[in-house]
């Protein structure tokens, strides 16, 4: 079955440096790939997403690339600022018509002021 | 437009006792997926459901765990009777479509089994 790997677990910056957060995954099939950002007290929200058809998109400060030859994909969020930090979470999936997401450990990430 | 509400949010009880779980998707969403992170560890799927239906169910970890959902609305998640392996906090999410729509999640119910 389809694994995901997340890395790094914990990533500390400054407020305005950029943050990258990076996945792997091991199913080729898998041709969804979102990103989640849980707050404390909160459930997981999506951030943005992608589909295997795009190599990359952009929502103002945050940006998702991806390889499908390398099978990895990578979380960029430029301008970070303080209220940004949170567990971030990547999910693969195979799009056959349900959401079974398959999750990466989540990345835990601060910006400090 | 009210979110995908789940309680209880803490639930501590003793192993071997029994636990019910109680998830309100948002309103219309025929998808309702249980989801488990255990000890920091990644989110696991655990079932889906279609309406009333169990769409697909081979995420559940044993025979302790019974999903329900009756009548297409709210679900329960049962463990019975619990085991310390199962703490952890366990998220609902629902979504409206086939399955090509967002998925929105719950706070999560933080399950502690001591």
């Known amino acids: ?113 | 437009e009210a979110g995908v509400t789940q309680f209880p949010s803490h639930s501590v009880i003793e192993k071997g006792q029994t636990v019910t779980l109680r998830c309100d998707p948002i309103s219309g969403h025929d998808n309702l997926y249980w989801y488990r992170r255990v000890m920091g560890k990644e989110i696991k799927f655990l079932l889906h459901f279609v309406k009333e239906s169990k769409q697909d169910e081979s995420g559940m970890p044993n025979n302790r765990f019974l999903a329900e959902r009756t009548g297409g609305t709210y679900s329960t998640l049962k463990v019975q009777p619990a085991e310390l392996e199962d703490s952890g906090v366990y998220f609902c999410a629902s979504s409206q479509g086939p399955g090509n729509t967002e998925a929105f999640f719950g706070q999560g119910t933080r399950l502690t089994v001591v």
């Open chain 1, 1 to 113: 079955g389809e694994n995901v790997e997340q890395h790094p677990s914990t990533l500390s910056v400054q407020e305005g440096d950029s943050a990258v957060i990076k996945c792997t995954y091991s199913d080729s099939a898998s041709n969804y790939f979102p990103w989640y950002k849980q707050e404390l007290g909160k459930g997981p929200q999506l951030i943005i997403d992608i589909r295997s058809n795009v190599g990359e998109k952009k929502d103002q400060r945050i940006a998702v690339t991806l390889n499908k030859t390398a099978k990895h994909f990578s979380l960029h969020i430029t301008e970070t600022q303080p209220e940004d930090s949170a567990v971030y979470f990547c999910a693969a999936s195979i799009r056959s018509g349900f959401q079974k997401l398959v999750f990466g450990t989540g990345t835990r990430l601060l910006v400090s002021p």
